[in-house]
């Protein structure tokens, strides 16, 4: 059976095509810079779950080879406003709960669940394309001030959003449409490096006069962009907060503290 998203599915998918703020190689309009050496997630002793690959059909009963399907004649244009077989996506919330026991497991975090929270907090999200589309929502905090807190929301696309430190966010897919074709198994990759770099401190943010800059070093290909803060969806009075917070931290966000261990 050919599974359709909803009406609510295409409308998040079709916000995320239309804004580079939702790919994390692509919110500056900048490839991704060389990869970052000195670690690998193998080193982290996390190991991400063995996930089954969901069979999604094409009309005529065939398996869709997602990621390979426009060729260079690219996708046709009514693609970009279509979402099918949207079930593909689910492995990655598998992952993305994964990587969250993990972290609980080896860093002294809390980790408390906000999605009752989130109409009532200043969240500042720009999780696309509103909170209602969230099914939970959790923040993960770190045991020490100079470390940058980390927010996970779980869509009904089904998609995994992160938003860490002051600024930065990213989407995985980053966008759920025919057209931009993603597959899961290369969203779970970006997802365990994007998280794993947070924590292990590879990550930093400046507010330089009217722009903010953000770096994150992924063994796989690090990501930097710079911005002008009239484009965020931040009020002044968040931003003003963020230059507050972010002054003081000269190297960048610091790594999170591992948990001690009782022998």
Same mark, same amino acid.
């Given at each position: 059976?050919?599974?359709?998203?909803?009406d609510?599915?295409?409308?998040?998918?079709?916000?995320?095509?239309?804004?580079?703020?939702?790919?994390?190689?692509?919110?500056?309009?900048?490839a991704?810079?060389?990869?970052?050496?000195?670690?690998?997630?193998?080193?982290?002793?996390?190991?991400?779950?063995?996930?089954?690959?969901?069979?999604?059909?094409?009309?005529?009963?065939?398996?869709?080879?997602?990621?390979?399907?426009?060729?260079?004649?690219?996708?046709?244009?009514?693609?970009?406003?279509e979402?099918?077989?949207?079930?593909?996506?689910?492995?990655?919330?598998?992952? =993305?709960?994964?990587?969250? &026991?993990y972290?609980?497991?080896?860093? %002294?975090?809390?980790? #408390?669940?906000? +999605?009752?929270? *989130?109409?009532?907090?200043?969240l500042?999200?720009?999780?696309?394309?509103?909170?209602?589309?969230?099914?939970?929502?959790?923040?993960?905090?770190?045991?020490?001030?100079?470390?940058?807190?980390?927010?996970?929301?779980?869509?009904?696309?089904?998609?995994?959003?992160?938003?860490?430190? =002051?600024?930065?966010?990213? &989407?995985?897919?980053?966008?759920?449409? %025919?057209?931009?074709? #993603?597959?899961? +198994?290369g969203? *779970?990759?970006?997802?365990?490096?994007?998280v794993?770099?947070?924590?292990?401190?590879?990550?930093?943010?400046?507010?330089?006069?009217?722009?903010?800059?953000?770096?994150?070093?992924?063994?796989?290909?690090?990501?930097?962009?710079?911005?002008r803060?009239?484009?965020?969806?931040?009020? =002044?009075?968040?931003?003003?907060?963020?230059?507050?917070?972010?002054?003081?931290?000269?190297?960048?966000?610091?790594?999170?503290?591992?948990?001690?261990?009782?022998?």
């Amino acid at each position: 059976m050919i599974m359709r998203a909803s009406d609510r599915m295409v409308a998040m998918a079709r916000e995320r095509c239309r804004s580079g703020r939702w790919r994390l190689t692509g919110r500056s309009g900048r490839a991704d810079f060389p990869p970052e050496a000195g670690w690998r997630v193998a080193d982290s002793g996390y190991i991400r779950p063995s996930v089954t690959t969901p069979t999604c059909l094409d009309d005529h009963g065939e398996v869709i080879r997602f990621g390979t399907r426009w060729g260079e004649a690219g996708p046709p244009r009514e693609a970009y406003s279509e979402v099918h077989h949207s079930e593909r996506f689910a492995p990655i919330v598998t992952v =993305a709960e994964a990587i969250i &026991a993990y972290l609980t497991k080896t860093y %002294d975090v809390v980790v #408390e669940d906000i +999605s009752s929270l *989130a109409q009532e907090r200043e969240l500042k999200y720009s999780f696309t394309p509103e909170i209602a589309h969230m099914r939970r929502m959790l923040e993960i905090t770190p045991g020490r001030g100079d470390a940058a807190r980390l927010l996970v929301g779980f869509t009904d696309l089904p998609s995994v959003e992160l938003q860490a430190g =002051a600024f930065f966010d990213a &989407a995985f897919p980053g966008c759920g449409c %025919d057209a931009c074709d #993603e597959e899961w +198994s290369g969203c *779970a990759a970006r997802l365990d490096e994007t998280v794993l770099a947070v924590a292990r401190g590879a990550f930093s943010e400046n507010i330089r006069g009217r722009r903010v800059e953000t770096f994150l070093g992924r063994p796989e290909g690090s990501y930097r962009s710079s911005y002008r803060l009239k484009h965020l969806p931040y009020s =002044a009075a968040y931003i003003a907060r963020a230059r507050r917070l972010l002054k003081p931290l000269k190297a960048g966000w610091q790594p999170w503290p591992k948990r001690q261990t009782t022998a």
